[in-house]
């Protein structure tokens, strides 16, 4: 019985390890199979997987070009609102500076003409009427003196600020530009 025992387990035993075998057989062909691929499928695949790769680094400057572009048109506009507002200013105060100096030299005439109505005139009570205002309007002539000084000052410092915010807007169209040169040029 311990013989017949022995054989029928070693051949159970060896009918298992021959499935195992074929089993293993089987499935290494199946990973050999697909792991050998012809020369031209293997240039063929490794070709599209860099145009693949081109593609998507093409896609990612592209991405990233128009986002410049997009950022630096933004800051362009911005930049002309500047400029066309600190502009404004600037006119305005040189419209008022033309004003303030007509007045000036209205005052200037005025002043003078008191002087010489108080040198001229023959009668004391007027004369000391006249040479009385006259501080005042040597005091009015002052204030568009400093006035005038004032708005020199701002004309100035806005004359200024439209040149630097000028230059802001060159250094922006020229990076726009190079960025439009840089997209036109041949890859």
Do not use: H
């Amino acid at each position: 019985m311990n013989s017949k025992r022995w054989c029928v387990m070693t051949k159970s035993r060896a009918l298992a390890v021959m499935a195992v075998i074929s089993l293993l057989t089987g499935i290494g062909g199946a990973l050999y199979a697909q792991g050998t691929r012809s020369p031209a499928d293997s240039a063929s695949q490794d070709a599209l997987v860099a145009e693949l790769r081109a593609l998507r680094a093409d896609i990612g400057q592209i991405a990233r070009t128009s986002i410049r572009t997009q950022l630096l048109v933004a800051r362009l506009q911005l930049q002309e609102q500047r400029i066309l507002t600190v502009d404004r200013q600037l006119m305005e105060v040189q419209n008022l500076l033309t004003t303030v100096r007509q007045e000036l030299t209205a005052e200037q005439t005025r002043a003078k003409q008191f002087e010489e109505m108080a040198s001229q005139t023959p009668d004391e009570a007027e004369r000391r009427a006249i040479q009385q205002q006259i501080p005042m309007v040597k005091a009015q002539l002052g204030q568009k003196q400093r006035q005038e000084q004032e708005l020199r000052v701002q004309e100035a410092e806005l004359a200024t600020t439209v040149t630097g915010e000028q230059a802001r807007w060159s250094d922006l169209s020229d990076r726009l530009d190079e960025l439009e040169r840089s997209l036109a040029a041949p890859r």
